[in-house]
T-cell receptor, first 111, second 115 residues
Framework: EDQVTQSPEALRLQEGESSSLNCSYTVSGLRGLFWYRQDPGKGPEFLFTLYSAGEEKEKERLKATLTKKESFLHITAPKPEDSATYLCAVHINQAGTALIFGKGTTLSVSS | NAGVTQTPKFRILKIGQSMTLQCAQDMNHNYMYWYRQDPGMGLKLIYYSVGAGITDKGEVPNGYNVSRSTTEDFPLRLELAAPSQTSVYFC??????????????FGPGTRLTVL
């Protein structure tokens, strides 16, 4: 069965304290792995797509990496405005299928 | 571009009532999706459409219906609302190019409560 597991469920950081969020997946064929950010009461906002093992992408304080079994979202020197729920999702090798989402990691950054 | 828009933002229904959640996109995307998000759970696919006139069931379709008469609109119909349908509903769209991993863009959501 295709599934996506995110850890930890919740993470509390001090401003400037770097850390990583994990997304492990077991799927039959990966077309792409997606990271989204979701603020309370809002829809998921696209951050990154990763397609193959070894690929990395960066945006401001965020860096996403991908291996054959998992992806990491590294947050460097976070700020309070980085507080949100981060969702990981995979797109598998079937045309027309939707994303399979993990349950998310809720990040809280305090000043 | 407005992107993906959804109406209403909030709604309270009584058990047995019906309603339609509206979704529209102005990005000329061919694929559209409906998800529901329950507390502590990942988003689950309800229905999707690969183009006007073509729809298919997702993981949790029971109690819902969809139609897609135009590229832009993809309404979700709830018949005989039940408390189990209390959730936040998200519409999404993407452009299927045949390449790897087409990005889905999400609307702001509709928060539905069934009492």
């Amino acid at each position: 069965e295709d599934q996506v597991t995110q850890s930890p469920e919740a993470l509390r950081l001090q401003e400037g304290e770097s850390s990583s969020l994990n997304c492990s997946y077991t799927v039959s064929g990966l077309r792409g792995l997606f990271w989204y950010r979701q603020d309370p009461g809002k829809g998921p906002e696209f951050l990154f797509t990763l397609y193959s093992a070894g690929e990395e992408k960066e945006k401001e304080r965020l860096k996403a990496t991908l291996t054959k079994k998992e992806s990491f979202l590294h947050i460097t020197a976070p700020k309070p405005e980085d507080s949100a729920t981060y969702l990981c999702a995979v797109h598998i090798n079937q045309a027309g299928t939707a994303l399979i989402f993990g349950k998310g990691t809720t990040l809280s950054v305090s000043s | 571009n407005a992107g993906v828009t959804q109406t209403p933002k909030f709604r309270i229904l009584k058990i047995g009532q019906s309603m339609t959640l509206q979704c529209a996109q102005d990005m000329n995307h061919n694929y559209m999706y409906w998800y529901r998000q329950d507390p502590g759970m990942g988003l689950k696919l309800i229905y999707y459409s690969v183009g006007a006139g073509i729809t298919d069931k997702g993981e949790v379709p029971n109690g819902y219906n969809v139609s897609r008469s135009t590229t832009e609109d993809f309404p979700l119909r709830l018949e005989l609302a039940a408390p189990s349908q209390t959730s936040v509903y998200f519409c999404a769209s993407s452009y299927f190019s045949g390449g790897p991993g087409d990005t889905q863009y999400f609307g702001p959501g509709t928060r539905l409560t069934v009492l």
